[in-house]
């Protein structure tokens, strides 16, 4: 399994960033995916979860309404837009897939492979 996330950067406040991870090794579309994210020092949080075929969503309190979460089932492409964004958003990003596959893998998501993130940061 290899999960490659891009797209992270440097954006002031209220700026936009399209985060993507590009997903190999294993078969894309029978699995929910998530985007996690760690400030400095904090814990790891789950930013949202997509269900495998996209039908099913969940946003942290914290970014619903600013932040949306796609996948491209043909591409293995995973995505999070993320707009309005604040200075506690910073931090690093990353993708991660399920244990179980299906509907199994979104409602008990117990994270088998995460990638190796990367670094968003909101500053002015």
């Known amino acids: 399994v290899q999960l490659v996330e891009s797209g992270g950067g440097l954006v002031q406040p209220g700026g936009s960033l399209r985060l993507s991870c590009a997903a190999s090794?294993?078969?894309?579309?029978?699995?929910?995916l998530r985007w996690l994210r760690q400030a400095p020092g904090n814990y790891i949080e789950t930013v949202s979860t997509i269900g495998y075929d996209g039908d099913d969503i969940d946003y942290g309190e914290s970014v619903r309404g600013r932040f949306t979460i796609s996948r491209d089932n043909a591409e293995n492409i995973l995505y999070l837009q993320m707009n309005d964004l604040r200075a506690e958003d910073t931090g690093v990003y990353y993708c991660?897939?399920?244990?179980?596959?299906?509907?199994?893998?979104?409602?008990?998501?117990?994270?088998?492979?995460r990638g190796q993130g990367t670094r968003v940061t909101v500053s002015s």
């Open positions: 991660a897939k399920p244990s179980r596959s299906h509907y199994m893998g979104f409602r008990f998501f117990e994270v088998s492979d």
């Open positions: 090794g294993f078969t894309f579309g029978n699995y929910a």
